[in-house]
T-cell receptor, first 113, second 111 residues
Framework: DTEVTQTPKHLVMGMTNKKSLKCEQH?????MYWYKQKAKKPPELMFV???????INESVPSRFSPECPNSSLLNLHLHALQPEDSALYLC????????????FGNGTRLTVT | GEDVEQSLFLSVREGDSSVINCTYT??????LYWYKQEPGAGLQLLTY?????DMKQDQRLTVLLNKKDKHLSLRIADTQTGDSAIYFC???????????FGKGTSLLVTP
């Protein structure tokens, strides 16, 4: 069982839809992450939040909009996505302090039609 | 980021030992990690090793680190069919936050 919970598990959306992915952790971690993983590839970093502030944005298109309402929650708002954005979106968290191991959720499988 | 290299595929028989190898290039890496990903699931942190260690053992898992050669290995003793998964080696990037993953080794355990 993972201590990082992601919802929904699966999401199908059209290119004109607006949807949100949600992530929650109760381990007291102060850093939270969004990764994108395409099939048979390693995860790629999208965003890092540290103490609820965006600290890293890996040049992600603006159709992906992260939000960290509090230290336990992380959202990813999606709008006007493209079919090539279909992927597994993974949330992770870690203790503040560099080199702390990341703990991942089970991901949201997103399909854009 | 720096390249982390892994062999892509490994097949072993149930009960045998599996050894998954990884090479990394960033000599300043302080921690190195092994993650397991089962089909349709997220990444599970298996173990990690601090760069001043040579070896770390945790039940069936043994991690060996050769810092001079920048080589990391994961040995799974008495491999079971439930160990079939993709195993990712990862090092921490210079930012101290982001992980730089290898391409993953797909382990197949046959009865």
């Amino acid at each position: 069982d993972t201590e990082v919970t992601q919802t929904p598990k699966h999401l199908v959306m059209g290119m004109t839809n607006k949807k949100s992915l949600k992530c929650e952790q109760h381990m007291g971690h102060r850093a939270m992450y969004w990764y994108k993983q395409k099939a048979k590839k390693p995860p790629e970093l999208m965003f890092v939040y540290s103490y609820e502030k965006l600290s890293i944005n890996e040049s992600v298109p603006s159709r992906f909009s992260p939000e960290c309402p509090n230290s336990s929650l992380l959202n990813l708002h999606l709008h006007a996505l493209q079919p090539e954005d279909s992927a597994l979106y993974l949330c992770a968290s870690s203790h503040e302090g560099t080199n702390s191991p990341l703990h991942f959720g089970n991901g949201t499988r997103l399909t854009v039609t | 980021g720096e390249d982390v290299e892994q062999s892509l595929f490994l097949s072993v028989r149930e009960g045998d030992s599996s050894v998954i190898n990884c090479t990394y290039t960033d000599s300043s890496s302080t921690y190195l990690y092994w993650y397991k990903q089962e089909p349709g699931a997220g990444l599970q942190l298996l173990t990690y090793i601090f760069s001043n260690m040579d070896m770390k053992q945790d039940q069936r898992l043994t991690v060996l680190l050769n810092k001079k050669d920048k080589h990391l290995s994961l040995r799974i003793a008495d491999t079971q069919t439930g160990d079939s998964a993709i195993y990712f080696c990862a090092e921490m990037e210079d930012s101290g936050y982001a992980l730089n993953f290898g391409k993953g080794t797909s382990l197949l355990v046959t009865p």
